[in-house]
Structures are given as structure tokens and as C-alpha cells.
Nanobody, 127 residues
Framework: QVQLEESGGGLVQPGGSLRLSCAAS????????MGWFRRAPGKGREFVAA????????FYTVSVKGRFTISRDNAKNTVYLQMNSLKPEDTAVYYC????????????????????WGQGTQVTVSS
């Protein structure tokens, strides 16, 4: 069972930036697509972004496209989410997740396309 640990959350003003990191255990990180989800207060879990196993392809939900960038470093077993031009509506707990072996990271996923989840990191956008 892979373990995923997010870091990098915090409090930022509107228009600011944060970079989230997610470190994965194990030796098969480069075999799987990875994704980021978020859960805002009082709302359900929402897909944010995904990246293919080799990093060549990415996919974003419409609300973050052009502001957020997902990337990965397979040598470090880490996936990142660079968040720019943050808005108050981006406030949420952000989770990274590992795709199951069938998910490519190139299309809008179902929750069931991911088989391992981190504990989450809080991002608060407020002045």
C-alpha cells in the first residue's frame, strides 16, 4: 500500500501563490498517474488536476485551468501542484491521490479511478 503525504498548504492572500507537494512511498511511483483533489467547507470532493505516469500529459478542471500547474519528479517520487492567482473560492483541503493502473491521467476521472489518498493539506485564501 502506497503512502502519500502532502505538504505546502497555508494561508495566502487573494492573488497569491502556493506550491503543494505530495511525496509517495514505494518504488513504483513512475508507473501510475497522479491527481489532486480538493474539498471546500460544506462541499463534496472535487477533482482539480491529473498527470500521466511520465508527466507528458496533464488534465485540469475548468475552474483552475491557466492558474494551476501539476507536475511530477519521478526521481523524487513527488507530485506538485503550483497554484497561482489564488481566489477565496480555492479555499479547501487539498488531497493528492494515486491513479489505479488503468487510469492514464489524460481525462476527467471518477473517484474510483484512484486507489490511494493522502491525508490532505489545508489551503486558505483570505485577506
Amino acid at each position: 500500500q502506497v503512502q502519500l503525504e502532502e505538504s505546502g498548504g497555508g494561508l495566502v492572500q487573494p492573488g497569491g501563490s502556493l506550491r503543494l507537494s505530495c511525496a509517495a512511498s514505494g518504488r513504483t511511483f513512475s508507473s501510475y498517474a497522479m491527481g489532486w483533489f480538493r474539498r471546500a467547507p460544506g462541499k463534496g470532493r472535487e477533482f482539480v488536476a491529473a498527470i500521466s505516469n511520465n508527466g507528458a500529459s496533464t488534465f485540469y478542471t475548468v475552474s483552475v485551468k491557466g492558474r494551476f500547474t501539476i507536475s511530477r519528479d519521478n526521481a523524487k517520487n513527488t507530485v506538485y501542484l503550483q497554484m497561482n492567482s489564488l481566489k477565496p473560492e480555492d479555499t479547501a483541503v487539498y488531497y493528492c491521490a494515486r491513479g489505479n493502473i488503468a487510469y492514464s491521467g489524460t481525462y476527467y476521472p471518477r473517484t474510483a479511478d484512484f486507489d490511494s489518498w493522502g491525508q490532505g493539506t489545508q489551503v486558505t485564501v483570505s485577506s
